[in-house]
Nanobody, 124 residues
Framework: QVQLVESGGGLVQAGGSLRLSCASSGGTFSRYSSGWFRQAPGKEREFVAAIIWGDDGTYYADSVTGRFTIARDNAKNTVFLQMNSLKPEDTAVYYC?????????????????WGQGTQVTVSS
């Protein structure tokens, strides 16, 4: 059973940066693809970024491309989401997720394990 714990959320002004971390335990982290999703108040949860296990290929939502970077440290069993040039519309609860899949990583239903989420608030 894989357990995921997010950290690094908080309040930041527009234009600022945050780095989210997702620590994994209970599984072979290096053999799981990881994804970040977010859910803003009143909206559905949406895909943000994903990284594929094995080759570290990455995917990004159009809304964050060029501003966010996903990376992983297998030695630390942790995946990161570096968020730069933050905008008020990035305000949401951010969730990390894990799957053994290496494809269709934009879809929430391929992810088996989910963290509890961390709040990111960007003020204007």
């Amino acid at each position: 059973q894989v357990q995921l714990v997010e950290s690094g959320g908080g309040l930041v002004q527009a234009g600022g940066s945050l780095r989210l971390s997702c620590a994994s335990s209970g599984g072979t982290f290096s053999r799981y693809s990881s994804g970040w999703f977010r859910q803003a108040p009143g909206k559905e949860r949406e895909f943000v970024a994903a990284i594929i296990w094995g080759d570290d290929g990455t995917y990004y939502a159009d809304s964050v491309t060029g501003r966010f970077t996903i990376a992983r440290d297998n030695a630390k069993n942790t995946v990161f989401l570096q968020m730069n040039s933050l905008k008020p519309e990035d305000t949401a609860v951010y969730y990390c997720a894990a799957t053994r899949n290496r494809m269709t990583l934009l879809k929430q239903d391929v992810y088996i394990y989910w963290g509890q989420g961390t709040q990111v608030t960007v003020s204007s």
